[in-house]
């Protein structure tokens, strides 16, 4: 953009010069018209215009300084057509003259104007710096045009005044404007610099003069015509790079920054008074009086400038000693702690508070940081500081003791001082709510009776072994009576006898072995080893609960009985339901004994189809779960499941037709097969339905997710926010890192992420941290035993508050009783889902269900219900 704004000036500058080349010879000292003078005028003209225009633009309290300078363009050109045309010879001391320094005036005028904008600007020295440019910038005019111009006879007396007006402008005008620009605002400084050099380029257009007026000649007067064009070409420039600044930005920034144009002015200034009087004395120039008596002025404010500087120097140190003082009182007052490290992470310094927090004696105050700390974390520590240089700079932790030897933990965070290889550390305590986190943590993954882990860490756990080779077996087991002890002995003696089982289940297993209790008195046992170890486990199992239990001064026999299934990677909710469907065949048994899972659907679909073929036969369908809207029992959604109907094995749902794509490698065909179809089905249904898709645990492929998405919702027409894509928790835990940046690519084109089965893992907001949730799906099976509608009710109302900060909203599913269905409705839930509702629907049963005059899949209530709500949103 600036390239093309200054080829038009470079133009204009260019046809400037080359006119005057044309009329410089054509226009004779004494002869009208002068055809130089007239095209200066046009220019002049030109130069105005363009400083109108370009300040109209500007803010009211920006363009003053530039009208000035547009303004005393206007007054030149009045100034070169009056003497162009002889109503006033320029050089003999005419109106034309007077016009002429009257228009020079403008860029010291602009330049006040920009300089007082200027806060913090130290005035006095620049008044210094002015006058010592002025007066050495005379010394050098009056020795070199001045002295031969004054001497006897060489002019005639009354062209005396205009040699000196013309003689002294140069000195009085770089020096004023170099002075004052010296020190400008950043938004301006480069307007600044420009106008230094126009006034430069007036400066020899008046030395110039001044000498063309002592010695008439034609090449004086083209050089003097070519600077004036230069100058007002300049002087549009100027103007039109103070107009590119943005908005108020020239009067918003006032901080003070240097020019270098001016610095430069101000050190050949100086330079040229010693040069010039060498040079004199060459060459055997006359050197006048006032030139010395300028010459000792100068000498006098140089001293004077040296004396504020010394003065100067003496109080930035006082204020830099006073603020060392004053940082060192605040560093040493801090509770927390401050620590610089050079770069082999020696302490170089350490407030009180850190050298406290990191427990240093007295007589070692630059020991090494790392031998403060556990010896494991000392490798880590310093990956973590050195790696961190030119990065950002996480929070460290540390674990050390202190000077009373009681363990600390120390959150750490830091920079690098630039050029210095040195790091400041800021230390905090946090040992306290480091505690507080390790027990909330351990609070939401243990059971409270019996402080064994939960459900919650037994699927983490399950989770976070999938990729292991090492084969696991789950156990899932129950007491057999135990309902009876509840009612003969109570509910205390029942939570005693849960404790006990406890006890003897984690003295059977291996250290490595999960106990964990489901709730009520289902436990579960997670062991590593080959179904042959299993068995034996659960064997081991039986016989010790088969013990009588002794409860204060009552005996107990309860029994227990077993199912046992193998864990396959990638399936903790599949293993899960397997070994609960086991239990059930053996208290079908007759209790007291185990049963294994054997009826593996999986692995004989896996052993005699292909996943691919299946596919491409039309054996892989989509089954629609319907999801109503809270309020009104409309059809909002629909919760696409793939499954595969086996011509030999019958209808297997999805989790087996995963795991059966996942023993022959057919995963991603399947993911690709599934929001395809899922997008297509739902667009050709309705053109508002919203449709919800599960990714499966282990098995999501990330990198090719976004574009499947893109692919197909542009295949099918839908619109982005139709599309939910739903992840558990063991999604995100067994899935590849490059999920979590896939979800955030695929949520950025609109579609929607929800989290299903919340409320049995992780916190929501450790989820929101990572994933822009807008659903959670809640099984409404986890969240009490039996038929105990109420404390359901009192959990999902929690998560529904809880959701509902965040914006985030909340579907129940699994609803299994009407009563349940209609006391959830009545409590608000956004949308529901579930076996009262249609579920197992085809594409064609969904339309017959649309078709449906009513719209409502579940009857609206009959009591008052609470306020509308949005549209259900999955």
């Given at each position: 953009?600036?390239?093309?704004?200054?080829?038009?000036?470079?133009?204009v500058?260019?046809?400037?010069?080359?006119?005057?080349g044309?009329?410089?010879?054509?226009?004779p000292?004494?002869?009208v018209?002068?055809?130089?003078?007239l095209?200066?005028?046009?220019?002049?003209g030109?130069?105005?215009?363009?400083?109108a225009?370009?300040t109209?633009?500007?803010d009211?309290?920006?363009?003053?300084?530039?009208?000035?300078?547009?303004a005393?363009?206007?007054?030149?050109?009045?100034?070169s057509?009056?003497?162009?045309?002889?109503?006033?010879?320029?050089?003999?001391?005419?109106?034309?003259d007077?016009?002429?320094?009257t228009?020079?005036?403008g860029?010291?005028?602009s330049?006040?104007?920009?300089?007082?904008?200027?806060r913090r600007?130290?005035?006095?020295?620049?008044?210094?710096d002015?006058?010592?440019?002025?007066?050495?910038?005379?010394?050098?005019?009056?020795?070199l045009?001045l002295?031969?111009a004054?001497t006897?006879?060489?002019?005639e007396?009354d062209?005396?005044?205009?040699?000196?007006?013309?003689?002294?402008?140069?000195?009085?005008?770089?020096g004023?404007?170099?002075?004052l620009?010296?020190?400008?605002?950043a938004?301006?400084?480069?307007?600044?610099?420009a106008?230094?050099?126009?006034?430069?380029l007036?400066?020899?257009?008046?030395?110039?003069?001044a000498?063309?007026?002592?010695?008439?000649?034609?090449?004086w007067a083209a050089?003097?015509?070519?600077?004036?064009?230069?100058?007002?070409?300049?002087?549009?420039?100027?103007?039109?790079?103070?107009?590119?600044?943005?908005?108020?930005?020239?009067a918003?920034?006032?901080?003070?920054?240097?020019?270098?144009?001016?610095l430069?002015?101000d050190?050949?200034?100086?330079?040229?008074?010693p040069?010039?009087?060498?040079?004199?004395l060459?060459?055997?120039l006359?050197v006048p009086?006032?030139?010395?008596?300028?010459t000792?002025v100068?000498v006098?404010?140089?001293?004077?400038?040296?004396?504020?500087?010394?003065?100067?120097?003496d109080?930035?140190?006082?204020?830099?000693?006073?603020?060392?003082?004053?940082?060192?009182?605040l560093?040493?007052?801090?509770?927390?702690?401050?620590a610089?490290?050079?770069?082999?992470?020696?302490?170089?310094?350490?407030?009180p508070?850190?050298?406290?927090?990191?427990?240093i004696v007295?007589a070692?105050?630059h020991?090494l940081?790392?031998?403060?700390?556990?010896?494991?974390?000392?490798?880590?520590?310093r990956?973590?500081?050195?790696a961190?240089a030119?990065?950002?700079?996480?929070?460290?932790?540390l674990?050390?003791?202190?000077?009373?030897?009681?363990?600390?933990?120390?959150?750490?965070t830091?920079?690098e001082r630039?050029?210095?290889?040195?790091r400041?550390?800021?230390?905090?305590d946090?040992?306290?709510?480091?505690?507080?986190?390790?027990?909330?943590?351990?609070?939401a993954?243990?059971?409270?009776?019996?402080r064994?882990?939960?459900?919650?860490?037994?699927?983490?756990?399950m989770?976070?072994?999938?990729a292991?080779?090492d084969?696991?077996?789950?156990?899932?087991?129950d007491?057999?009576?135990f309902?009876?002890?509840n009612?003969?002995?109570?509910?205390?003696?029942?939570?005693?006898?849960?404790?006990?089982?406890a006890?003897?289940?984690?003295?059977?297993?291996?250290?490595?072995?999960?106990?964990?209790?489901?709730?009520?008195?289902?436990?579960?046992?997670?062991?590593?080893?080959?179904?042959?170890?299993?068995?034996?486990?659960?064997q081991?199992?039986?016989?010790?609960?088969a013990?009588?239990?002794?409860?204060?001064n009552?005996?107990?026999?309860?029994?227990?009985?077993?199912?046992?299934?193998?864990?396959?990677?990638?399936?903790?909710?599949?293993a899960?339901?397997?070994?609960d469907?086991?239990?059930?065949?053996?208290?079908r048994?007759?209790?007291?004994?185990w049963?294994?899972?054997?009826d593996?659907?999986?692995?004989q679909?896996?052993?005699?189809?292909?996943?691919a073929?299946?596919?491409?036969?039309?054996?892989?369908?989509?089954?629609?779960?319907?999801?109503?809207n809270g309020?009104?029992?409309?059809?909002?959604a629909l919760?696409?499941?793939?499954?595969w109907?086996?011509?030999?094995l019958?209808?297997?749902?999805?989790?087996?037709?995963?795991?059966?794509?996942?023993?022959?490698?057919?995963?991603?065909?399947l993911?690709?097969?599934?929001?395809t179809?899922a997008?297509?089905?739902?667009?050709?249904?309705?053109?508002?339905?919203l449709?919800?898709?599960?990714?499966?645990?282990?098995?999501?492929?990330?990198?090719?997710?976004?574009?499947?998405?893109?692919?197909?919702?542009?295949?099918?027409?839908?619109?982005?926010?139709?599309?939910?894509?739903?992840?558990?928790?063991e999604v995100?835990?067994?899935?590849?890192?490059a999920?979590?940046p896939?979800?955030?690519?695929?949520?950025?084109?609109g579609?929607?992420?929800?989290?299903?089965?919340y409320?049995?893992g992780s916190?929501?907001?450790?989820?929101?941290a990572?994933?822009?949730?807008?659903?959670v799906?809640?099984?409404?099976?986890?969240?009490?035993?039996g038929?105990n509608?109420?404390?359901?009710?009192?959990?999902?109302?929690?998560i529904?508050?809880?959701?509902?900060?965040?914006?985030?909203?909340t579907?129940?599913?699994?609803?299994?009783?009407?009563?349940?269905?209609?006391?959830?409705?009545?409590?608000g839930v956004?949308?529901?889902?579930g076996?009262?509702l249609?579920?197992g629907?085809?594409?064609?049963?969904?339309?017959?269900?649309?078709?449906?005059?009513?719209?409502?899949?579940?009857?609206?209530?009959?009591?008052?219900a609470?306020?509308?709500?949005?549209?259900?949103?999955?």
């Open positions: 953009m600036n390239q093309v704004r200054r080829a038009p000036l470079t133009l500058l260019l046809g400037a010069l080359v006119a005057l044309i009329t410089v010879p054509a226009s000292h004494g002869a018209p002068q055809w130089d003078n095209v200066l005028a046009v220019l002049g030109w130069a105005a215009w363009r400083c225009r370009l109209r633009g500007m009211v309290r920006d363009r003053l300084p530039w009208q000035v300078l547009g005393s363009s206007l007054l030149f050109a009045c100034a057509l009056v003497t162009g045309l002889g109503v006033g010879a320029l050089g003999r001391l005419g109106f034309g007077l016009l002429v320094l228009a020079a005036l860029p010291t005028v330049a006040a104007l920009i300089g007082g904008r200027v600007t130290r005035w006095p020295i620049l008044v210094i002015g006058v010592l440019v002025t007066v050495a910038l005379v010394i050098v005019a009056d020795v045009v002295a031969p004054l006897p006879g060489a002019i007396p062209l005396l005044p205009l040699v000196l007006a013309y003689g002294i402008y140069p000195a009085v005008a770089v004023v404007v170099g002075a620009c010296t020190v400008s605002t938004a301006v400084r480069r307007p600044a610099t106008m230094i050099l126009m006034t430069g007036l400066g020899l257009a008046s030395a110039l003069l000498v063309h007026i002592v010695q008439p000649s034609t090449p050089a003097a015509d070519a600077a004036i064009a230069g100058a007002l070409v300049v002087g549009v420039h100027a103007v039109q790079l103070a107009s590119a600044v943005p908005g108020r930005s020239s918003a920034d006032s901080t003070p920054t240097v020019n270098s144009a001016g430069v002015i050190v050949l200034a100086l330079i040229g008074v040069v010039t009087l060498v040079t004199a060459l060459l055997d006359r009086d006032g030139a010395l008596a300028c000792a100068v006098l404010l140089l001293l004077l400038r040296l004396f504020m500087r010394i003065r100067d120097s109080r930035i140190e006082e204020d830099l000693l006073r603020s060392e003082d004053d940082f060192r009182g560093v040493e007052a801090s509770s927390d702690g401050v610089i490290v050079d770069a082999e992470l020696r302490l170089e310094f350490t407030s508070a850190a050298r406290t927090l990191l427990g007295q070692d105050l020991p940081l790392l031998d403060l700390l556990h010896e494991e974390d000392r490798a880590r520590v990956r973590e500081l050195t961190a030119g990065g950002g700079t996480p929070s460290v932790h674990r050390l003791r202190d000077a009373e030897g009681e363990p600390r933990e120390l959150e750490v830091h920079h630039p050029g210095s290889g040195r400041v550390l800021h230390l905090r946090v040992t306290t709510r480091r505690r507080r986190e390790r027990e909330l943590e351990r609070m993954f243990t059971d409270h009776l019996t064994l882990p939960n459900r919650a860490l037994l699927f983490q756990e989770a976070a072994g999938s292991t080779a084969q696991r077996c789950l156990l899932v087991l007491l057999d009576g309902k009876a002890v009612d003969s002995a109570g509910h205390e003696a029942g939570d005693l006898l849960l404790v006990e089982v006890r003897r289940l984690q003295g059977l297993l291996r250290a490595d072995d999960l106990v964990a209790r489901l709730g009520g008195d289902e436990f579960a046992v997670l062991l590593t080893g080959s179904e042959d170890a299993a068995v034996e486990a659960a081991r199992v039986l016989d010790a609960l013990r009588p239990c002794r409860i204060g009552r005996t107990f026999t309860v029994g227990a009985s077993v199912g046992l299934c193998r864990v396959h990677p990638g399936g903790g909710q599949l899960f339901r397997q070994a469907a086991a239990l059930g065949a053996a208290k048994a007759g209790k007291g004994c049963r294994m899972h054997t593996d659907r999986v692995a679909a896996a052993a005699s189809s292909s996943v073929t299946a596919l491409a036969d039309g054996e892989v369908q989509l089954r629609f779960d319907t999801i109503a309020d009104t029992g409309i059809l909002a919760h696409a499941q793939p499954v109907v086996h011509p030999e019958g209808a297997l749902p999805a989790a087996e037709l995963w795991a059966a794509a996942e023993r022959q490698g057919c995963t991603a065909p993911q690709q097969w599934l929001i179809r997008c297509a089905d739902v667009a050709a249904l309705d053109d508002q339905l449709v919800a898709v599960d990714l499966p645990a282990g098995l999501v492929h990330a990198d090719e997710l976004p574009g499947e998405v893109a692919i197909a919702l542009t295949g099918a027409g839908l619109a982005p926010p139709r599309l939910t894509l739903f992840v558990t928790e995100l835990q067994t899935s590849s890192a999920l979590t896939a979800l955030h690519a695929v949520h950025r084109t579609v929607r992420l929800g989290l299903d089965d409320g049995m916190t929501l907001w450790s989820q929101l990572r994933l822009p949730l807008e659903v799906m809640v099984d409404v099976r986890n969240l009490s035993s038929d509608h109420d404390r359901t009710l009192e959990l999902l109302g929690a529904g508050r809880s959701a509902r900060d965040f914006e985030v909203s579907v129940a599913k699994e609803i299994t009783s009407p009563e349940l269905l209609h006391e959830l409705r009545v409590q956004v949308a529901v889902s076996p009262v249609p579920t629907l085809t594409a064609a049963e969904v339309a017959a269900l649309l078709r449906r005059p009513e719209g409502a899949v579940v009857a609206p209530l009959s009591t008052p609470p306020p509308p709500r949005a549209r259900a949103g999955v």
